[in-house]
T-cell receptor, first 115, second 114 residues
Framework: ETGVTQTPRHLVMGMTNKKSLKCEQH?????MYWYKQSAKKPLELMFV???????ENNSVPSRFSPECPNSSHLFLHLHTLQPEDSALYLC??????????????FGQGTRLTVV | AQTVTQSQPEMSVQEAETVTLSCTYD???????LFWYKQPPSRQMILVIR??????QNATENRFSVNFQKAAKSFSLKISDSQLGDTAMYFC???????????FGQGTILTVHP
C-alpha cells in the first residue's frame, strides 16, 4: 500500500478534451511534485509545491496547469494536449527541503495516452 | 546544474548471482544525498537505498549495498543473491538539502533470469 495515491491509473483523451489528474498523500508531507516519465528519457520534473506554494515550474507548456489546494492534494489539469504528451505522470511527496534528508515517496502514476 | 548519468541502459543477471549498476553524477556541492530507486512493472517507484555524502561508510540494506566514491562522483548499486522480484528499472537520483528536488538518471533496466 502506498502513502501516495494517484487517480486515474489510466487515461485516454482526445486533443480537445479537458481532464485532471489527482494526487493525494497521507504521509504528512509538505512538498509535492509532478514528474513526467517518457520512454527512453529521464524523469522530467514538471512542478514543485512546498507548503502549497508553487516553487518550481520547469518550463512546462501552459496546457499543463497544476493546482495545490492544500499540502495533501495536488492536481494536474490538462487541456488541448498533443500526442507527444503521452507518458506516465508520477506524483511524489516529501518533507519540506529544510530537513536534512529529502526522500521522495511516489504514487503509482497515471498512464496518459493522447489520441 | 546537477546531472546524473547511468551508462547501462540494460543489464541482466542469473538468479542468486551478484550484479552492479553504475551511476555517476556531477555537482560542485559538498553536502548532498544520493538514492537508488526501483520501478517494477507495477510502476511504483520504491526507495531501495540512500547515502549521505558526508558519510564515508557505504550504505547497506539487506542484499543491497552501494559503493560511494565521492572524489570520483560515483555511486554504484550492488545487488547480491539476485531474486526474480528484483527485475525492474533502477534509477539513481541526487538531491541537495537546499535544492528540494530529485534529479534522476536515465535508468537501467535489470532483468533477473531463473
Amino acid at each position: 500500500e502506498t502513502g501516495v495515491t494517484q487517480t486515474p491509473r489510466h487515461l485516454v483523451m482526445g486533443m480537445t478534451n479537458k481532464k485532471s489528474l489527482k494526487c493525494e498523500q497521507h504521509l504528512g508531507h509538505n512538498a509535492m511534485y509532478w514528474y513526467k516519465q517518457s520512454a527512453k528519457k529521464p524523469l522530467e520534473l514538471m512542478f514543485v509545491y512546498n507548503f502549497k506554494e508553487q516553487t518550481e515550474n520547469n518550463s512546462v507548456p501552459s496546457r499543463f496547469s497544476p493546482e495545490c489546494p492544500n499540502s495533501s492534494h495536488l492536481f494536474l489539469h490538462l487541456h488541448t494536449l498533443q500526442p507527444e504528451d503521452s507518458a506516465l505522470y508520477l506524483c511524489a511527496s516529501s518533507q519540506d527541503w529544510g530537513r536534512r534528508m529529502v526522500e521522495a515517496f511516489f504514487g503509482q502514476g497515471t498512464r496518459l495516452t493522447v489520441v | 546544474a546537477q546531472t546524473v548519468t547511468q551508462s547501462q541502459p540494460e543489464m541482466s543477471v542469473q538468479e542468486a548471482e551478484t550484479v552492479t549498476l553504475s551511476c555517476t553524477y556531477d555537482t560542485s556541492e559538498n553536502n548532498y544525498y544520493l538514492f537508488w530507486y526501483k520501478q517494477p512493472p507495477s510502476r511504483q517507484m520504491i526507495l531501495v537505498i540512500r547515502q549521505e555524502a558526508y558519510k564515508q561508510q557505504n550504505a547497506t540494506e539487506n542484499r543491497f549495498s552501494v559503493n560511494f566514491q565521492k572524489a570520483a562522483k560515483s555511486f554504484s548499486l550492488k545487488i547480491s543473491d539476485s531474486q526474480l522480484g528484483d527485475t525492474a528499472m533502477y534509477f539513481c537520483a541526487f538531491n541537495m538539502p537546499s535544492y528540494g528536488k530529485l534529479t534522476f538518471g536515465q535508468g537501467t533496466i535489470l532483468t533477473v533470469h531463473p
